[in-house]
């Protein structure tokens, strides 16, 4: 749906963002952001059902991914939460946007939730796949279980330089083994994968990565401009704007729970939270039906 003839690129402070663009322009805009590791392409099937619902549908590439770049070449590598929230901003703003609809998984989550919670006047609805997606970046974490910490290997694994390695020269390889693991229902294609594939060449994709899993263990400095915002956000404020929350039923990370509790306590204005049959991490591949279903029902 996005491929790269089609693309459009507008300017931000920091980034040249890639975006594909489709529906009515004059249509409300929804911005559809993916996770770690995948691309635009996750959205293919959301993408139509919201077109033909009236809506502006907006599907930009993260820092990292695609053909979004750094406009600066002594720009820093990060990717932060607090980055990818602004970058989200900045996205809105360039493009003349002052309120719009969002749903993101994994990183892309995390950039909406963040977004919801430090400028709510934006977002007029949140769907949030993977429920409460914001981080404490300043206080050492506990331990988990070890059956939790072996689910997040990749993340320890990029804190050392044979995880470096490891990206630079076996990204694919690593990348189709985390689609895989993390939606063990779901038979990836070749093609499938292939379409999303190039994305993760992007030039910055590693330090991005990288930055990401060191900075949220406390491994690395975060950009000094989002101190005092990692602080806030460390506090774990409440979401205000109405959202609905969605988990997959099949994730590799293991099934979510049935108890509300925990997302009534960090989404104030929850409509509804779903465990979602059918679905993995990656949710939007398995049921648009349902991620589509969350924003029209919000909207």
């Known amino acids: 749906m996005n491929d790269l003839s089609s693309v459009k690129f507008v300017q931000t402070p920091v980034l040249n963002i890639g975006y594909g663009e489709h529906g009515d322009a004059s249509g409300f805009p929804i911005v559809l952001l993916h996770g770690f590791p995948y691309d635009v ?10 077109t033909e619902a009236g809506y502006r549908v907006l ?3 993260l820092r990292g991914y695609g053909p979004t770049s750094f406009r600066d070449s002594d720009s820093p590598r990060m990717a932060e939460q607090a980055a990818i ?3 989200l901003v900045d996205f809105a703003e360039a ?4 309120e719009f ?22 977002v007029k609805a949140l769907v949030a796949i993977g429920g409460y997606s914001v981080q404490n970046t300043v206080l050492r974490e506990h331990p988990a279980r070890a059956s939790d910490e072996a689910k997040r290997w990749y993340q320890w694994y990029f804190n050392t330089e044979q995880g470096r390695v490891g990206l630079e020269e076996n990204r694919r390889d690593i990348i189709r083994h985390l689609w895989e693991t993390w939606s063990p229902g779901w038979k990836y294609t070749d093609e499938a994968f292939n379409a999303s594939a190039p994305s993760f060449d992007n030039p910055d994709f590693v330090e991005i990565t990288l930055h990401s ?28 704007v109405p959202s609905i929350v969605l988990r997959g039923v099949d994730s590799g990370f293991g099934r979510p729970t049935d108890d509300p509790s925990g997302d009534q ?10 465990n979602v049959e059918g679905a993995g991490h990656d949710l939007p591949v398995q049921r648009p039906d349902a991620v589509a279903a969350a924003l029209l029902e919000l909207l």
Not at 232 to 237: H, S
Not at 266 to 274: D, E, G, H, P, Y
């Open 41 to 50: 392409r996750s959205w293919d099937g959301v993408v139509p059902l919201l």
């Open 59 to 61: 599907v930009p590439y």
């Open 85 to 87: 929230g602004q970058d």
């Open 95 to 98: 493009l003349g946007i002052g």
């Open 101 to 122: 609809a969002v749903a993101g998984f994994d990183w892309g989550n995390r950039a909406a939730c963040v977004t919801a919670v430090l400028q709510p006047h934006m």
């Open 213 to 240: 899993y060191r900075h949220r263990h406390r491994n690395a400095p975060g950009e000094d401009r989002f101190i005092e915002v990692e602080r806030k956000l460390a506090e774990g404020p409440p979401i205000s």
């Open 265 to 274: 306590a960090k989404f104030s204005n929850l409509v509804a939270r779903r």
